[in-house]
């Protein structure tokens, strides 16, 4: 077969991704069939007049997503992709035995929940009401454009105490979780056709809304003290996004010589650094991490915070701190979008500030999110000793574990079949490297005690007998 994709060198992205993105599109739209051979890396190298790295890169790339399969002495062929699978994020990677039925499991690792058992229903429950008892004209209307006035005081006051973050409420823009802040600050910087640097891995959500507003995505490695500074620095990138304080999912912390290293970057490139600060609330040791954004000074992070962990997913309420200026050119290139939260959620959380039930209710979640952390961090050692390594043990809702002797599909499907349920890391690489696949990751915010101790017996009896 030959195919002749439109590559375009003048075009910043490079040629591999370029071939690797036609392909691949052409397979989930059904021109390029399951079964068809494909031109061989030689063949199409001279077809394309391109280097023979474009060609195997590119490859490569679809044979680890399982786009293309290598048959040894055979060639190189379509694979078969399940229609049902054709969906953005499964689409990526190689299939997951993550998608059987929940009846079955009994201890689900899934990260993203959190406690509700602590959770003050009552209290939240009365500040709903009461915003809707202040029977006041906003009520039956839209809310402010930028968020409510009550609700950004309160967040300015909460980020200088917690954060370190000095804002005025004026430069708050109250969005509808991470990835609405996201996409937005996309439009407002121009990203369109730019290059983005993001951590690889880092967070699915944010990588594809900025995929999705046609960036071009440069995968920053990670080092033990977070993304390679570097390589930002010799990068095209026009902004970076950043999980400094808790990166996502390996939980290193952005050391400081890194932290001012990448202001400088922005500084002098006039770049912008994008800080998700998605859960800077849960940390168990040492001190508290501040926020990257405590320490620019030349007003070039754009810092994002959300209630997701804090408090509820459900309540989709986050937030963009924006520099000064940027808030003025997002009044004026946006003066027609209209808030997408609900006012009635936004003076809820306000009066639930106000009251200090928030500040109350951190405080015990960091409590209790602290035991669940080191009972799973025990429960480890004593059923799974040397054979894993912990990654990341220090903060946050999750953590990964590095396997040794078996795959990470392997132990999913043995945990699975004995009611446990955890998650592979994978499709938060851009480029899953082999060793992608000796991860597995164990999100806590939602099990209790006992759960967790008995998700990691059950899947420490799926490990091989000696991990070494
Ligand atoms: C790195 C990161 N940022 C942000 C979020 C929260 O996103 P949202 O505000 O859309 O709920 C998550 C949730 O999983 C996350 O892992």
Redesign the pocket.
């Given at each position: 077969m030959e195919i002749t994709p439109f590559l375009q060198r003048e075009l910043p992205e490079p040629l591999y991704s370029q071939l690797y993105h036609w392909i691949k599109k052409e397979i989930e739209e059904g021109r390029l069939l399951p079964g068809m051979k494909m031109p061989s890396i030689r063949q199409l190298t001279a077809h394309l007049e391109v280097s023979r790295n474009t060609v195997e890169s590119a490859y490569q790339q679809l044979q680890s997503e399982g786009y293309l399969e290598s048959v040894p002495k055979s060639g190189i062929w379509v694979a078969e992709i399940e229609k049902p699978l054709l969906h953005p994020i499964e689409l990526k990677h190689p299939v997951m035995p993550e998608c059987k039925p929940s009846s079955d499991v009994r201890v689900d690792f899934e990260?993203?929940n959190v406690d509700l058992d602590k959770f003050p229903l009552k209290q939240w429950k009365k500040c709903l009401s009461d915003a809707v008892g202040q029977e006041n004209n906003w009520l039956f209307e839209y809310s402010e454009k930028q968020g409510e006035s009550a609700l950004k005081r309160e967040i300015s006051n909460y980020l200088l105490q917690s954060r370190g973050v000095r804002s005025t409420p004026e430069q708050i823009l109250i969005t509808a979780?991470?990835?609405?802040?996201m996409a937005l600050i996309c439009r407002l910087l121009a990203l369109r056709e730019q290059t983005v640097a993001i951590e690889e891995p880092?967070?699915i959500?944010?990588r594809s809304v900025i995929e999705d507003e046609g960036c071009y995505i440069d995968p920053v490695p990670l080092e033990k003290d977070g993304l390679s500074v570097e390589h930002v620095e010799r990068s095209r990138a026009k902004a970076v996004y950043v999980?400094p304080s808790h990166q996502?999912?390996f939980g290193m912390i952005l050391s400081i010589s890194k932290r001012m290293r990448l202001l400088k970057w922005a500084y002098q490139t006039g770049g912008y650094i994008i800080e998700?600060d998605?859960?800077g609330e849960f940390r168990y040791q040492g001190q508290p991490i501040p926020s990257l954004k405590s320490l620019d000074e030349e007003e070039k992070v754009i810092y994002?915070g959300?209630?997701?962990?804090s408090f509820l997913?459900s309540v989709?309420l986050?937030y963009i701190i924006f520099p000064p200026s940027l808030m003025d050119q997002y009044s004026r290139n946006f003066a027609v979008y209209n808030q997408s939260v609900s006012p009635i959620i936004q003076r809820a959380m306000a009066l639930f500030m106000q009251s200090g039930e928030f500040e109350r209710h951190i405080r015990r979640m960091r409590k209790m999110y602290q035991r669940k952390h080191q009972t799973l961090l025990k429960s480890i050692e004593q059923h799974m000793g040397t054979k894993v390594k912990i990654i990341g043990e220090k903060s946050g809702l999750h953590i990964l574990l590095q396997l040794k002797g078996i795959s990470t599909i392997e132990l999913i499907e043995k945990g699975l079949q004995k009611g446990v349920k955890a998650y592979s890391p994978i499709r938060f690489w851009l480029n899953p490297p082999p060793e992608g696949n000796s991860y597995i990751m164990l999100g806590f915010g939602g099990l209790s005690i006992d759960e967790i101790e008995k998700g990691v017996r059950l899947l420490a009896s799926c490990l091989p007998e000696t991990g070494d």
């Open positions: 990260y993203g979780g991470t990835q609405t802040s880092g967070y959500g944010v999980t996502f999912p998700d998605y859960d994002l959300t209630f997701s962990k997913p989709r986050s």
